[in-house]
């Protein structure tokens, strides 16, 4: 519609000037009254109100131009064109005012001032080529020239809004360059025809008003009208290098019109070019004070936005405590001040004891205003000299700078201990808290952060493993456990390689028949200076990191490969045994535990019933959603038993809800000699029976014990009666066992 109307109406243009006609002329003003109705109804502009206001100002202007064409029509009625055409201005102000209102999202100083600089320059031309030889013109009636001067006056009007329609942010559509040109073509064609009063009319001046009646009703017609009065989405317009050319062109108007007066003679009165240029002065300087205001702003804007994306970045969000990185930044200038100055450096890790029950039995978000309640006591708590964070889950450190030894520790961690050892109340709730500290300090930062966390963490276990809510400090003691630890981690993974390790096999024995039911397998480390090791001697310290996964799959790949092996050797005597492999909750949490699982029943073509994976029953405690994989185990067709039960925390109820196919009672119960130990064992291998388990005896050592688990029928045992701890292979001798001897070992 809009591409329509556009050529009509500058082919019917082209029509009137090829051959002047009053009724095209009238027609094209009232099409773009028209254009602007129409343009409403269609486009449904966020604010309609501006755009009645034009259709108003063309109307008038349409009046002025038929009441110019019949002079007679009112001939009583002086100046009645230019009453109407008057009347038009203000209608036009009005509503370009009110778009560009519309158009404003705050207070816009900056498009203020640039606006003002352009008008004061176009408006001083304007006076001092049209405006001002009009009202200086000694021979012309005072209404006339004042009537004569309206017009400049009213489009130094128009082009101050035009020039803050430009200035102001907002879309730059396709109505938006329509309605300026049309402006623009309307001034001036008005200024050519004020400086040209008193000589020949131009043809061409008709061109131009036409041409803004045609543009300005196109610019309604284009649906972006309907956008042209939404606000912008910043509030200041960018000041580019057009604008800066704009707007040091307007400012030397008054000294290019002063130039022009002393080379060329031109007429003016110099007070009003001297008053212009000043305001543009002071305009100018007023615009310099917004920009360096505006770039001092943006300069601490950007110092605040940096401030805060530091700490977002360096601080825990839950606590709004240091971050572990941001720590150990921290940790690691304290110890370079140590070593500059020669100054002790003390760390103290804070862990809250069994948290995971609080997150379980009051839920995580109470588990959360539990974190944020430690973390405001600890802040309330340490010195101005020392840092505070979170170094992730419930665990917290404070770091000390004012440390002369690990006494001076130690009485921090024992003034904070209780304090934080303090239940916590939480609408109406009393959650208790328990808390261990372990404390490490560098006496000349002889050290670096992650080694510090790493002594002062060596101490937290060392607390927990002492009963927990206690403070330990990495000492010289601790210092030489963690070295044994480390070089017995270190040789053991060197020794996994040279084949050091070895599996050796204590047997399964049905109860009832004694007859062989399977093998467990148990490792033994050949080391190259202390001999032969037992497991006790090195598994927990490899359970204690990532290495024990890896021990623990050597073991279920070897064990596998040999059970198949001897089973191709001698089907009929290894056809139908077991093997059990245990593993620690480190591996059970692994989630590739099942794929590594069923790859070394694929390489040793074992059936998955012929493996049964012990797991501990603590590890069901430790590990989160144990049942799991325990579950995808059991559905692969691989057993699974519940070792060392009765040391754990199952009650005997929930025996029925075990993801296994069986459970090992530990040594302990069946070697008791306490009153009801024996109605205990009866009891758990009863509610095993009942929940469809099997039962394996640990440490069985007698035959008056074996005697005693027929009773109870009980269904498997194993221990030192059921084989010699002799590690040669050969048939056992043993009456009890019948047995073969594969490396076979006593009960560990």
Known sequence: MTRIYLVAGTLVTAIYLLGPSSALYLTIGVSCVVAILVGIRVNQPTTKLPWYLMAAGQGAWVVGDFLYDKPDLFASVPYDSDMAYLAAYPLLIAGLAVLVHSRRRGRDTAGLIDSAIATIGGGLLSWVLVADPLVHHADTPWLERAIAAAYPAGDILLLALAVRLVAAPGSRSTAFRLLLV??????????VFAMQVGTAYTPVLDGLWLMSYVLWGAAALHPSMARLSTPAGVRTAPFTVRRLVALGA????????????????????????????????????????YNIEEIRATKRQRDQLRSDLFHEASHDSLTGMANSPYMRQQIGAALRRGRREGTPVGLLVIDLD????????????????????????????????DAVGRLGGDQFVVLLE???????????????????????ELAGQVIPLSASIGAATSMDGGTDPDQLLHEANVAIRRAKASGRGRIEVFDNRLRSELHHR??????????????????????????????????????????????????????????SSDLIRDVEMWTLRMATAELSELTAAEPERFGDLTITVSISGRTLASPTLLSEVQSALE???????????????????????????????????????IDDFGTGRTP????????????????????S????????????????????????????????????????????????YSASPDPVTGPVTHPASRVPRLRIVPDE
């Open 250 to 289: 307007a400012v030397l108007i008054a000294p290019a019109l002063l130039v022009a007066n002393l080379t060329h003679g031109l007429h003016m009165h110099g007070q009003t070019v001297v008053l212009a240029a000043s305001v543009l002065a002071i305009l100018v300087v007023a615009r310099m004070a």
């Open 354 to 385: 069994d948290f995971d029950e609080v997150n379980d039995r009051f839920g995580h978000g109470n588990g959360d205003l539990v974190l944020r309640s430690v973390a405001q006591r600890l802040r309330s708590l340490v010195r101005d000299v």
């Open 603 to 641: 390489a040793a073509d074992l059936a998955p019933h012929r493996l049964t994976i012990g797991v501990t029953e603590m590890a069901l405690v430790d590990v989160p959603n144990a049942m799991l994989p325990l579950s995808a185990l059991r559905h692969a067709g691989v057993f699974v038993s």
């Open 402 to 424: 004012s440390v002369a030894s690990d006494h001076d520790a130690m009485i921090m961690a024992a003034h904070l201990l209780p304090e934080i050892n303090q239940p916590v």
């Open 182 to 191: 049309a402006l623009a073509a309307m001034i001036a064609a008005d200024t």
């Open 673 to 720: 000699e306490e009153p009801g130990a024996r109605d205990l064992l009866a009891l758990l291998v009863n509610a095993a029976h009942g929940s469809g388990l099997l039962v394996v005896m640990e440490g069985v050592e007698t035959i008056e014990q074996l005697a005693d688990l027929r009773s109870l029928d009980c269904d498997s045992a194993q221990g030192f």
């Open 486 to 543: 480390e070089t017995i981690e270190r040789e053991l993974r060197a020794g996994l390689a040279a084949g050091e390790v070895s599996i050796h096999y204590q047997p399964v024995v049905a109860v009832h028949t004694a007859i062989v039911e399977g093998y467990e397998a148990q490792l033994r480390w050949d080391h190259p200076t202390r001999g032969l090791q037992g497991p006790e001697t090195f598994l927990p310290i490899a359970a």
């Open 652 to 671: 005997i109820a929930q025996i029925q809800h075990l993801p296994a196919d069986a459970i090992k009672i530990h040594s302990t119960l069946v070697n």
